[in-house]
Every structure is written in structure tokens, then in C-alpha cells.
């Protein structure tokens, strides 16, 4: 036991240690930054200033809220209603095999007394303010057919939207309304966008109203699904759903950076984590040619076009499977004009190279006619460049110049003359030569190679063929793969044969 006044000196010193602690805590404010967690923690970093600083702009990440986003973004973003009258499907009637006169399979008999009744039917989708004119941007696929667009906007105003263009080769169209304070969302730059950036979709889904969803930005510059003709898709995996289409993909500082367009459901209608938007910069060049003339003008290069997959490079001693093959040249066209020929391999233009054909049918559309481009063209082995002018696009019904990717097979085919009857019905020109397929096996690696009834195959190995015994004896001289130039409809391309 210690004695009352060595208790009295311990007190003393106890407070006063105190206090010095506290006085040397009050003069440092360093020990608020520590961890508390051990003397030798590493410190955490302070927050990066986000490169855009007005609070109501960007995402909070202080305080990890997107609520700044949406409130800037979402009241641009507007709910459309469509109407639309609809006829019922044609009854159908069939042909006897082989060939129908359009070609194969049911024919509809669109005689007036075999057409379903008139009835009306609605639609939904979302769109997007993109000035205070009052232009929206949304899909074709939404408004397409439609006899009446009515169009919601987040402030509860309902008003009644004009058409001015629309492009069903991109799937956007441009929509107008008569108003006045309309807000506006501010464009982004869909180049600058990468794969991980966070990404917010708005729309409204199902038409239950406007709905947001967060997710991250999973490829860039997606193609090849067959949803449009000109594809250069922003994936995500933020929600889109029905009804989500035409709505805004935007990015963290509340820019629209695409269009919502459509999802990848297997076996299902709704979102399965991957949706595609299309990139703001091409919609942006599209939606501006819809205002300035109710049109889209592309540049038109005259050839059909695939891409050169690693088995065809090798057929055409090319070292690297990159580019685009020209598998057909359309007569008087620019391509034609510029001396470009069946079998070369574009592989850039003005510099920039292309990885696939998809690339190039982009670049080469996005072009004004009568622009001057140099290709870096492959041609037996030897790279060159030609500059083409580009021409305008002549029919915007005839469909892009298309790829067809070809792919390993064996023949699996079953082959008989091209006559001129059969010429005709498949809408050949007069004098065409070659031979028709009339089946291919299923399951064969014909099949794989997406080789079907009705195509012609006009040469093998580079050699013209006039009818089934010169095709006969060709294969059989070929070896274990061929080169086949196959001719479906007005395209032309190239498939590699292999045998099993």
C-alpha cells in the first residue's frame, strides 16, 4: 500500500501526462491520417480530383453515390409510345422443290383476299434529348411503322413527336418535338470509351417507367451478331431490357456515350448481362445526316467483302489472318474503276489498318462520295496502295457490302448443272456459269461452313468452273482443302473446302 502522499504525487504526474498528450495531439493533426490498425500499415492514398469537378456533374466517389449522375442525366432521357396500324400475316403456299420463283421455300401469296385483317397495336421504347430544339435520338426498331409517336418526358409533359429520319441500317432514327425548356444531355466521345469503364443505362423497361442500371463496359467495337448491318456495338452488362431501347448508355460524368439497342438472351426475352449500345459518335453521324436532309449518304466502294480467317490466309499465302478479302468486283463500280480485283486483301486505308471486314465496311460507309481513300491492298504476296473514289451508296435497299465468313469443311454436297431456268429463278445474270448446290448434308462440315442450297460455286482454286464434271474432276485434283469462290444472290466470296 502506498502512502496518501506518494498517492497524491502518482495522481499528479498521471494528469499531467494526460494533458501533454492531449495538448501534443491538439498541435498535430497527422495522427487523424494514421491507421489504427499498426505502426507499420501502409497509408491510404487520398482520393484522386476527379478530372471534371462540378458536384452536380460526376459520379460522388466520395461518397460512392451515382445520384449526381442521374439526376443530370435521367430527365433528358424520355419515355415513347407508339402506335402503329398492322396487317395479319399472308397465309403462305409452297413451291415444289427445287427452286421457287424467288428461290427456295414458301412463298407468300400476298393476293388481297389471302391478306389478314387491319388492327391496331402499340409499342414502347425510351429515347434521348440531344438539344433544346427538341431532337431525340432513339432506334429505328422502335418507331418503325408507326402512324402516331407520342413522347413522355420525366416532368410529366406528354407531346406528340415528328419523324424526320430514321436509318435502319444502324438502327437510329431522329424524332422532333415542339417545347420549350427541354433538358438536354451533353454527348460524350464513344472513342475515349474502354473496356471497365462503369457505365449507367436509362430507360424505361417493360414500361413500368424510368428505371437506372449500373454496369461496366465489357468490349468495344463488337460486331458480326446479325442485329445490324453496320455494327461496331458497346458492350455491357448494365441492365437492358425491353423497352430500354433507344435509352442513353452514359458515362461518369452523366455524357451519353450510346444508344441502348439490344440484348443477347438465349433462351430468354430479358437481360442476361449482355447488352449492346451503339457507340454515340456513330449515331452522332448518322442522327446528323437525318436533320440536315431526312437521309443517310454512305460511300460506296463496289466490292463484297470478307474476312480472312487463318485457313484462307494460308490458301492465299498470306502470313497474317488480318483485312478483308474482296470476293467480288461490282462492274463500273468505284473498286472497278480504281483496278481493284477479285482476291486481293485490303488490309488499311489512309493509314489505319483493318482487322477484319467489318472494319473496313465502317470506314469505307462513314466516308462522303466522292472522297479520295487510299487501301493497302495484298495481291500475290506483294502489298500496294490504291487510291479509290469512293462513289454513294446506290440503293439503300440492296443492304451493305456484306462479309460471309468461310470456314474449314468437306464437301458434303450434292451439286447439278446451273441451267438457265435455274439461272433465272435464282436471279442470275444471263450467261452465268458455275454449279448449283441443290442440298448439303447436315451436320457436315459443309454445313459448318455455311454452304446451302442455292448456292452457285463458280470457281475452284482459282479457276472458273463450267458444269459438273469440270467441278468433279477440280475437287478431286485439289488435295486436302480448295479454295472455293461462292456466288449467293448479288454477293460473291471465298470458302476453303477441307476434306475429312
Not at 74 to 86: D, F, G, H, R
Not at 216 to 235: C, P, S
Not at 321 to 348: E, M, N, S, T
Not at 376 to 395: K, M, N
Request: no cysteine; proline share 7%; aromatic share 4%.
Amino acid at each position: 500500500m502506498f502512502s496518501r502522499p506518494r498517492k497524491r504525487r502518482i495522481l499528479a504526474f498521471t494528469a499531467l501526462s494526460a494533458l501533454v498528450f492531449v495538448f501534443a495531439a491538439v498541435l498535430s493533426t497527422d495522427w487523424l491520417n494514421e491507421p489504427t490498425y499498426g505502426k507499420n500499415a501502409p497509408v491510404i492514398p487520398a482520393l484522386a480530383v476527379p478530372a471534371v469537378v462540378d458536384p452536380a456533374a460526376v459520379w460522388n466517389s466520395a461518397s460512392g453515390t451515382f445520384a449526381p449522375v442521374v439526376k443530370k442525366a435521367a430527365p433528358a432521357v424520355v419515355s415513347i409510345t407508339v402506335s402503329k396500324t398492322e396487317r395479319a400475316p399472308a397465309r403462305m403456299r409452297n413451291f415444289p422443290f427445287p427452286f421457287g420463283p424467288q428461290g427456295f421455300g414458301p412463298t407468300p401469296d400476298e393476293s388481297p383476299d389471302r391478306r389478314g385483317p387491319e388492327r391496331r397495336s402499340q409499342g414502347a421504347g425510351s429515347g434521348v434529348i440531344i438539344n433544346d430544339a427538341g431532337y431525340i435520338v432513339t432506334n429505328h426498331h422502335v418507331i418503325d411503322g408507326a402512324d402516331e409517336i407520342k413522347v413522355h418526358l420525366a416532368d410529366r409533359r406528354s407531346l406528340d413527336a415528328k419523324l424526320i429520319g430514321t436509318d435502319a441500317k444502324t438502327d437510329i432514327a431522329v424524332l422532333k418535338v415542339e417545347a420549350t425548356n427541354l433538358p438536354v444531355l451533353p454527348l460524350g466521345n464513344s472513342d475515349h470509351v474502354e473496356i471497365g469503364d462503369i457505365v449507367l443505362a436509362i430507360g424505361n423497361p417493360f414500361g413500368i417507367g424510368q428505371t437506372v442500371t449500373m454496369g461496366i463496359v465489357g468490349a468495344t467495337g463488337r460486331g458480326n451478331l446479325g442485329i445490324e448491318d453496320y455494327e461496331d456495338f458497346i458492350q455491357t452488362d448494365a441492365a437492358i431490357n425491353p423497352g430500354n431501347s433507344g435509352g442513353a448508355l452514359v458515362n461518369v460524368r452523366g455524357e451519353l456515350v450510346g444508344i441502348n439497342t439490344a440484348i443477347l438472351a438465349r433462351g430468354g426475352g430479358g437481360n442476361q448481362g449482355v447488352g449492346f449500345a451503339v457507340p454515340v459518335n456513330l449515331a452522332h453521324h448518322v442522327m446528323s445526316q437525318l436533320v440536315d436532309g431526312g437521309r443517310v449518304v454512305r460511300g460506296y466502294l463496289g466490292v463484297s467483302i470478307q474476312d480472312l480467317n487463318p485457313k484462307m490466309a494460308k490458301a492465299f499465302d498470306i502470313a497474317e489472318a488480318r483485312g478483308a478479302v474482296v470476293g467480288g468486283v461490282q462492274p463500273d463500280g468505284p473498286a472497278a474503276d480504281a483496278g481493284l480485283k477479285q482476291g486481293d486483301v485490303i488490309v488499311g486505308m489512309d493509314g489505319k489498318q483493318f482487322a477484319d471486314a467489318r472494319e473496313l465496311r465502317l470506314n469505307i460507309a462513314t466516308e462522303p462520295p466522292g472522297s479520295t481513300v487510299n487501301l493497302a491492298v495484298i495481291r500475290s504476296g506483294d502489298e500496294q496502295v490504291i487510291p479509290v473514289t469512293l462513289g454513294e451508296f446506290p440503293d439503300e435497299n440492296r443492304g451493305p457490302e456484306r462479309s460471309a465468313n468461310g470456314r474449314s469443311s468437306s464437301i458434303g454436297l450434292s451439286i447439278d448443272e446451273l441451267t438457265p431456268t435455274v439461272a433465272r429463278q435464282l436471279g442470275l445474270p444471263a450467261g452465268a456459269q458455275g454449279v448449283v448446290v441443290v442440298n448439303v448434308k447436315p451436320g457436315s462440315p459443309a454445313a459448318e461452313a455455311g454452304l446451302r442450297r442455292g448456292d452457285v460455286i463458280v470457281e475452284v482454286a482459282r479457276q472458273p468452273i463450267g458444269g459438273v464434271a469440270e467441278f468433279t474432276e477440280a475437287i478431286q485434283g485439289a488435295g486436302d482443302s480448295v479454295l472455293l469462290l461462292i456466288q449467293r444472290g448479288d454477293n460473291t466470296f471465298f470458302v476453303v473446302l477441307e476434306a475429312e
